[in-house]
């Protein structure tokens, strides 16, 4: 199979989108964008200073009023405008994708649709935004009311898993409720936020909306610094996600911050092994393993444990590891050689506790792409929960299997990780599949899915240190995050 | 006209197959409908080319409106193989025999469309309710072509 054409092999240099003009950064400061299956450069990012960041807030306040003012009806129009224009680039985005982040194309086909999901969701804003009210709520002749009402610039800081995706958890909520925003992309992974503020600036949003500034730590702490960015949305490890949350606090920001996580995906002896071991697939390997819903300890109840590890390990021979672009490839690269660093340094160290090493990717060859950052699906068998593959995100595709003796051994288990992100059982027993819904300490539950991905008009949940705040990217979460309740009492004399 | 036929190892491999199968089709009917010895046949084969043509696109929403993370299960048991079709429209032939070929298009891409529709239905109760749809459209194609 051919592999399908890129949008651009070189980007060239990647540029800010601040007040409604794209403009280069003055910072001496650049990295190399690469393509992890080909390790290509293909653009090049800067590390925006402090005082770019800066303007950007400027403007994005600047923008803020005559925004806020811009009726919900007409700033919903200006997102439908760029739903059909997503529709139209579909492909286009998806692509590029697949050629900065290395995940397949039917994974970013599937991730561009979820962007666009969200630009639906937004869409609805002037249901979403209504506020409440109770005639003689007060009092006799004195109403009450609530008005939810948009509070200024709000920021974002995306990871390099989901390019496309992240980003539009945060941004459409915040601008369809009438607030301006900044977004900073990964600096590992800007191509498609660049490729899709051009698709932003064709859909009509006035100067100043929003706006893209790329960079590192400087930019954010900038954003942390400014007195008018109001709040921060992050996605990313669980240290920064702390640092971010303090930092936060610290200067009076409203923060949501996602963080990692450690999934179990746990298998009950009725469970569908067919079923169960085809599922479980996808979640462990879908973008090699770099999702924070991917599954990372498969967990055998009982006596199902035995033919489970070996169907699972005899599928997992047969993933098909290459290019992303290539359509045929169901698993691509991890994001970087660091990032390939740290995942063998996990499998090295799975081998030295004691795990037995039943499938090894440390050694991958992938025809015409020998320089990427490939690792092959890796399964381990006789992990035990105190090892460091049983309780550490390791970020990559890796399996350690457990064998439990119950559901309640594996729902203590689950429970001693610090994570709480996401779990899942299979199951056909309605009983334990209620028993671990109810019991079970994470933000996202699968049953019979081992990718709880919550769709744009649900919150993207998690609990402990996978999630540091209270309101949640996307849907009903996302517009309570931006806006605030405004209480209105009304007496006429 | 190129034609590749992916092994298909994805769902998402399925459906580029199918779009192979449905371009292929859809330039078959063009030319078949073209042949000045095929003129009893010809409004046939292009209503045919039409009705390939947005089986293509029908197929190319499937994949943009069905596909996301959670439905990106590998397959592992269809071998494509068995489903390529001849690519190539037979010239100079009379209507009997064009329509004898075209019949064997259609029913292998039937083949194949029931056959992803069997698998497709533990992943993706829509997309399989498709391709089901698609495998007997193209028998009823086949009757077409044989009343010829």
């Given at each position: 199979m051919a592999v399908l054409s890129e949008v651009k092999k070189d980007y060239g240099k990647v540029r800010n989108f601040v007040n409604g003009e794209w403009v280069d950064s003055a910072t001496k400061s650049w990295l190399d964008v690469k393509n992890p299956a080909t390790t290509e450069t293909i653009a090049k990012v800067p590390l925006s200073t402090k005082e770019e960041m800066t303007k950007a807030i400027e403007a994005a306040q600047e923008a803020w009023w005559a925004w806020r003012e811009t009726p919900p009806v007409s700033r919903a129009r200006v997102m439908f405008n760029l739903k059909a224009i997503m529709e139209r680039e579909f492909e286009n985005i998806a692509r590029i994708i697949s050629q900065e982040q290395g995940k397949t194309i039917d994974d970013a086909r599937g991730e561009t649709r979820r962007c666009i999901e969200n630009v639906e969701v937004a869409s609805g804003i002037t249901t979403l935004q209504m506020g409440y009210n109770l005639e003689d709520g007060a009092a006799a002749n004195i109403d009450e009311e609530v008005i939810i009402s948009p509070l200024g610039v709000f920021g974002a800081v995306c990871p390099f898993n989901f390019p496309g995706m992240v980003p539009f958890w945060f941004w459409p909520y915040a601008v369809a409720t009438g607030n301006t925003f900044i977004l900073k992309p990964s600096e590992q992974v800007?191509?498609?936020?660049?490729?899709?503020?051009?698709?932003?600036?064709?859909?009509?949003?006035?100067?100043?909306v929003i706006n893209l500034v790329?960079?590192?730590?400087?930019?954010?702490?900038?954003?942390?610094?400014?007195?008018?960015?109001?709040?921060?949305?992050f996605v990313g490890s669980t240290p920064?996600?702390?640092?971010?949350?303090?930092?936060?606090?610290?200067?009076?920001?409203?923060?949501?911050?996602?963080?990692?996580?450690?999934?179990?995906?746990?298998?009950?002896?009725?469970a569908k092994l067919d079923n169960t071991v085809n599922n479980t697939l996808s979640s462990f390997y879908g973008c090699a393993g770099q999702r924070c819903l991917a599954g990372s300890n498969l967990v055998g109840v009982g006596d199902i444990a035995d033919p489970l590890i070996r169907k699972f390990v005899e599928a997992s021979k047969r993933i098909k590891v290459g290019y992303g672009l290539d359509e045929s490839s169901n698993m691509g690269p991890v994001i970087s050689e660091a990032a390939k660093k740290k995942v063998l340094g996990y499998i090295d160290q799975g081998v030295k506790d004691g795990a037995k090493l039943l499938l090894d990717g440390r050694n991958i060859k992938v025809p015409g792409y020998e320089k990427g950052y490939f690792i092959g699906t890796t399964v381990f068998d006789d992990v035990t929960p105190d090892m460091k593959i049983a309780k550490e995100e390791i970020f990559g595709p890796v399996v350690s299997f457990l064998r439990m003796k119950s559901l309640d051994d594996a729902i203590e288990f689950i429970h001693k990780c610090p994570?709480?992100?996401?779990?899942?059982?299979?199951?056909?027993?309605?009983?334990?599949?209620?028993?671990?819904r109810y019991k079970v300490q994470c933000g996202n539950i699968g049953v019979n899915i081992g990718i709880v991905a919550a769709m744009a008009y649900f919150p993207f949940a998690g609990y402990k240190d996978s999630f540091f705040g209270t309101l949640h990217g996307q849907g009903k979460d996302a517009v309570s995050f931006y806006t605030d309740r405004?209480?209105?009492?009304t007496r006429w004399f | 006209m190129e034609y590749e036929f992916p092994e298909c190892n994805s769902f998402g491999t399925v459906i580029r197959f199918g779009l192979e199968l449905e371009r292929a089709a859809t330039n078959i009917y063009d030319e078949l409908s073209r042949d000045?010895?095929?003129?009893?046949?010809?409004?046939?084969?292009?209503?045919?080319?039409?009705?390939?043509k947005k089986r293509g696109d029908l197929l190319e929403y499937t994949r943009r409106e069905k596909l996301n993370e959670m439905i990106l299960e590998p397959i592992q048991d269809l071998d494509a193989k068995k489903y390529i079709i001849d690519t190539k429209a037979p010239k100079g032939v009379d209507i009997k025999a064009a329509a004898r070929y075209a019949a064997g298009v259609e029913e292998r891409s039937s083949m194949f469309y029931a056959d992803s529709a069997k698998i497709a239905k533990n992943l993706l109760s829509e997309g399989a309710r498709i391709l089901e749809r698609m495998a007997k459209e193209n028998l009823a194609n086949k009757a077409k072509l044989e009343a010829l």
């Amino acid at each position: 199979m051919a592999v399908l054409s890129e949008v651009k092999k070189d980007y060239g240099k990647v540029r800010n989108f601040v007040n409604g003009e794209w403009v280069d950064s003055a910072t001496k400061s650049w990295l190399d964008v690469k393509n992890p299956a080909t390790t290509e450069t293909i653009a090049k990012v800067p590390l925006s200073t402090k005082e770019e960041m800066t303007k950007a807030i400027e403007a994005a306040q600047e923008a803020w009023w005559a925004w806020r003012e811009t009726p919900p009806v007409s700033r919903a129009r200006v997102m439908f405008n760029l739903k059909a224009i997503m529709e139209r680039e579909f492909e286009n985005i998806a692509r590029i994708i697949s050629q900065e982040q290395g995940k397949t194309i039917d994974d970013a086909r599937g991730e561009t649709r979820r962007c666009i999901e969200n630009v639906e969701v937004a869409s609805g804003i002037t249901t979403l935004q209504m506020g409440y009210n109770l005639e003689d709520g007060a009092a006799a002749n004195i109403d009450e009311e609530v008005i939810i009402s948009p509070l200024g610039v709000f920021g974002a800081v995306c990871p390099f898993n989901f390019p496309g995706m992240v980003p539009f958890w945060f941004w459409p909520y915040a601008v369809a409720t009438g607030n301006t925003f900044i977004l900073k992309p990964s600096e590992q992974v800007p191509l498609t936020s660049q490729y899709v503020f051009k698709l932003i600036e064709e859909a009509g949003f006035p100067p100043g909306v929003i706006n893209l500034v790329n960079g590192r730590e400087d930019a954010v702490n900038a954003m942390f610094d400014h007195k008018d960015l109001k709040g921060i949305s992050f996605v990313g490890s669980t240290p920064v996600a702390k640092w971010i949350y303090k930092r936060g606090g610290e200067t009076g920001k409203r923060v949501q911050a996602q963080g990692g996580a450690k999934n179990s995906l746990v298998v009950m002896p009725d469970a569908k092994l067919d079923n169960t071991v085809n599922n479980t697939l996808s979640s462990f390997y879908g973008c090699a393993g770099q999702r924070c819903l991917a599954g990372s300890n498969l967990v055998g109840v009982g006596d199902i444990a035995d033919p489970l590890i070996r169907k699972f390990v005899e599928a997992s021979k047969r993933i098909k590891v290459g290019y992303g672009l290539d359509e045929s490839s169901n698993m691509g690269p991890v994001i970087s050689e660091a990032a390939k660093k740290k995942v063998l340094g996990y499998i090295d160290q799975g081998v030295k506790d004691g795990a037995k090493l039943l499938l090894d990717g440390r050694n991958i060859k992938v025809p015409g792409y020998e320089k990427g950052y490939f690792i092959g699906t890796t399964v381990f068998d006789d992990v035990t929960p105190d090892m460091k593959i049983a309780k550490e995100e390791i970020f990559g595709p890796v399996v350690s299997f457990l064998r439990m003796k119950s559901l309640d051994d594996a729902i203590e288990f689950i429970h001693k990780c610090p994570f709480g992100n996401a779990a899942s059982i299979y199951t056909q027993n309605g009983r334990w599949a209620r028993d671990f819904r109810y019991k079970v300490q994470c933000g996202n539950i699968g049953v019979n899915i081992g990718i709880v991905a919550a769709m744009a008009y649900f919150p993207f949940a998690g609990y402990k240190d996978s999630f540091f705040g209270t309101l949640h990217g996307q849907g009903k979460d996302a517009v309570s995050f931006y806006t605030d309740r405004k209480v209105v009492i009304t007496r006429w004399f | 006209m190129e034609y590749e036929f992916p092994e298909c190892n994805s769902f998402g491999t399925v459906i580029r197959f199918g779009l192979e199968l449905e371009r292929a089709a859809t330039n078959i009917y063009d030319e078949l409908s073209r042949d000045s010895k095929l003129v009893a046949g010809a409004d046939t084969f292009r209503a045919l080319s039409v009705v390939h043509k947005k089986r293509g696109d029908l197929l190319e929403y499937t994949r943009r409106e069905k596909l996301n993370e959670m439905i990106l299960e590998p397959i592992q048991d269809l071998d494509a193989k068995k489903y390529i079709i001849d690519t190539k429209a037979p010239k100079g032939v009379d209507i009997k025999a064009a329509a004898r070929y075209a019949a064997g298009v259609e029913e292998r891409s039937s083949m194949f469309y029931a056959d992803s529709a069997k698998i497709a239905k533990n992943l993706l109760s829509e997309g399989a309710r498709i391709l089901e749809r698609m495998a007997k459209e193209n028998l009823a194609n086949k009757a077409k072509l044989e009343a010829l």
